[in-house]
């Protein structure tokens, strides 16, 4: 693996270490918004080598500092569920939550310097089983008749990126153009996405 990388999760490591003391409901709000701040500076550096990276066209690079930029944003977005929990906004709270799970996904998709983020993915998980109830999740069955790339803007069917995979740092989407019909929506108990859910 490039020796920039390594370098960086040595520096990033010792961030999470230190700025990791405050995740968790009785640490003081300021310590929480201090942490906040220094991986904000964390997220800065990393999205810096990534713009150095892009400028010599060096794509594993690229993206091996786009998956630094988006576990600090995972470990952000469990703070600001935190500080939600605190200000007992509940709805709040859980897409922080929903971020952090998302963010943390999307690092270890980016490049396998931080592909070792399972435990990390673990610990969200029973977070949300332990403070959250049971939840009613959706899923729409939509038949899309046409999307773009968001890489390059031709057709999803013509184009030769692949849907999820990241490019210089970019993660290639499907951007739906237009919806033939939605079939129905449905309860499911694994949604692609956890905040299409009920709130009562
Ligand atoms: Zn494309």
């Known amino acids: 693996m ?3 990388l390594l370098e960086f ?3 990033a490591d010792k961030v999470f270490k230190n700025e990791g003391k405050f995740l968790n409901f009785t640490s003081s709000d300021e310590d929480k918004k201090k942490a906040i701040e220094s991986l ?13 990276a892009i400028k010599i066209s060096d794509n594993d690079l ?8 988006l ?22 709270a859980w897409d922080f939550l929903v971020d952090a799970q998302d963010f943390a996904i999307l690092s270890m998709q980016a490049h396998n310097v931080n592909g070792h983020l399972d435990k990390y993915n673990q610990r969200l998980l029973i977070i949300e089983k332990l403070l959250f ?16 790339c968001t890489i390059c803007n031709k057709d999803m069917q013509e184009c030769e990126h692949i849907k999820g995979k990241f490019y210089m740092g970019i993660q290639c989407c499907e951007r739906v153009e237009k919806i033939e019909s939605i079939e129905g929506i ?6 692609a996405n956890k905040k299409c859910r009920a709130i009562f």
């Open 2 to 4: 490039n020796n920039k």
């Open 9 to 11: 999760r040595d520096i």
């Open 40 to 52: 904000n500076d964390l997220k800065e550096k990393a999205e810096e080598e990534k713009y150095n």
């Open 62 to 69: 690229a993206n091996g500092f786009a998956s630094f930029e």
């Open 71 to 92: 576990v600090i944003e995972s470990m952000k977005s469990e703070y600001k569920m935190w500080l939600s929990l605190n200000e007992k906004d509940y709805n709040k």
């Open 133 to 148: 109830p049971p939840q009613l999740f959706f899923s729409d069955r939509t038949i899309v008749s046409k999307s773009s």
């Open 186 to 191: 449905d309860i499911v108990k694994e949604p």
